[in-house]
């Protein structure tokens, strides 16, 4: 190890709370889909940052438009108009299901303004009394109160309880427990529609549509959290064109400014307009910086259609993890995903393989104990993938 990189990490541990673990690897440059190490060993990013760089680290395209709105102009508030964020709520309603949109700084914060669109909305039309949610079990929606009550997660609430009043859980791809949910202090319906960080489960086409229904007969927003599926990654811009749903809102993050941090939540007319003046803000929201940033992204996903390039090479990389599982049945219990977002469900703790793999200079991550989740940047070529699978043919092999 370089001293280097004994510095930062003595740094870390004296002066950073540990709340993401013991870390031992600096990653200090990355071009393209590969990182580079403070030691100087080189990567392939198989896992976007988390699900950030979806079109490679450093994106030239992105990196100028930084750069550009880096000198001219860095922050002014939200009292005034900011051209570059009436500029990409321009493109990301041309491009969407949504007619406006509220930005952020993050996923959870984008999912905190839909639950509050939600429940004002529905006070505003219906009156009090209906301020409840009704969220998937297993889902991830981020770490604020809010969405930490939305998550479906028991590990993710231990300790930090009680939980925000008004959430209820039910199944994902079962339609009779939702409906079952529904009553008069219900307002709306959130959930991913692929989901993540709870072991990459796609939400069937059939179940979706059945959510839109069952939200237009009693009349409840329908949000999907596309923090993670949207923006291509699951194989279209918004993961749920492949169910041909459309819902009310949508939150982004992660990918959607290529590195730079944003959140937004995007919704239709109606609901949009709950949130008048005064009711919701954020310093950062909707900032000069990222927003550039996202304008940038945003045009180079379109512009080089990486949503079908990821279905593409995502139906070619899942069916080669499908032979895998079809010859390591033993160790692999399911291959599942949509487009780039791909989750190997393992026999043994995903921790075992990830770590194989980075020894080999990949990184891949977990999505829960057991599965080995894949994000690779949706510009990824289709040889790096196959190598990968060798490797992962190796590893499952000397397991026998
Ligand atoms: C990552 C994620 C979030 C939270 O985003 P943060 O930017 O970490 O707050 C919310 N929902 C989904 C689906 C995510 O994957």
Known sequence: MSSRTESIQSMAENYLMANYGQRTIALVRGQGVNVWDSDGRQYIDLLSGLGVNNLGHCHPKVVQAIQRQAETLLHVSNLYLIEPQAQLAKMLVENSPADKVFFCNSGAEAVEAALKMARRYSYDRYGGGRHKVIAMNNSFHGRTMGALSATGQKKYHKGFEPMLDGFIHTPINDLEALKNAVDD??????????????????????????????????????????????????????????????????????????????????????????????????????????????????????????????????????????????????????????????????????????????????????????????????????????????????FFAGRN
């Open 185 to 394: 202090s219900v307002c709306a319906v959130l959930l991913e529609p692929v989901q993540g960080e709870g072991g990459i489960h796609p939400c069937e086409n059939s179940f979706l549509q059945g959510v839109r229904q069952i939200c237009d007969q009693r009349n409840l927003l329908l949000i999907f959290d596309e923090i993670q599926c949207g923006l291509g990654r699951a194989g279209h811009l918004f993961a749920s064109e492949e169910a041909g749903v459309e819902p009310d809102g949508i939150t982004l993050a992660k990918s959607l400014a290529g590195g730079a941090a944003i959140g937004a939540l995007l919704a239709k007319n109606e609901p949009a307009s709950a949130l008048v003046a005064g009711t919701h803000a954020a310093t950062f929201g909707g900032n000069p910086l990222s927003c550039a940033a996202g304008e940038a992204a945003l045009h180079v996903i379109l512009d080089e259609k990486l949503p079908q390039r990821s279905k593409e090479i995502g139906a070619l990389f899942m069916g080669r993890l499908e032979d895998l599982h079809k010859k390591y049945p033993q160790h692999i219990n399911e291959v599942r995903g949509r487009g780039l977002m791909i989750g190997v469900d393992l026999a043994f703790p995903a921790a075992d393989v990830i770590a194989f793999l980075r020894e080999k200079g990949y990184i891949a991550g977990p999505a829960g104990p057991n599965v080995l989740r894949f994000l690779p940047p949706l510009i990824i070529e289709e040889n790096i993938l196959d190598a990968v699978v060798e490797l992962l043919d190796g």
